[in-house]
């Protein structure tokens, strides 16, 4: 059995992409102590082993970074920019 089975080069990217996003939210979350970003990093991190369909990742993706960013915005107090 091939080491990523049946996965195309461009999922491998696209969760690559996702997970390293990820795992840099996440690093900036703890520094910043910024729990909204902290969260979504580790969502993120763990988003590529879930979905694995290249749109469903980057729609998912998508809206972990938009929720991670609204949600620290709102409930931080850095108000609507």
């Given at each position: 059995?091939?080491?990523?089975?049946?996965?195309?080069?461009?999922?491998?990217?696209?969760?690559?992409?996702?997970?390293?996003?990820?795992?840099?939210?996440?690093?900036?979350?703890?520094?910043?102590?910024?729990?909204?970003?902290?969260?979504?990093?580790?969502?993120?991190?763990?988003?590529?082993?879930?979905?694995?369909?290249?749109?469903?990742?980057?729609?998912?993706?998508?809206?972990c970074?938009?929720?991670?960013?609204?949600?620290?915005?709102?409930?931080?107090?850095?108000?609507?920019?």
């Amino acid at each position: 059995m091939p080491l990523f089975g049946s996965m195309s080069p461009l999922q491998i990217a696209v969760g690559l992409f996702v997970g390293l996003l990820g795992m840099a939210m996440f690093v900036y979350g703890k520094k910043a102590e910024r729990p909204a970003i902290l969260v979504a990093g580790l969502a993120l991190c763990v988003l590529p082993m879930l979905a694995h369909g290249v749109l469903a990742q980057l729609g998912l993706a998508a809206a972990c970074v938009v929720g991670g960013v609204g949600l620290g915005r709102v409930f931080e107090g850095g108000g609507v920019a």
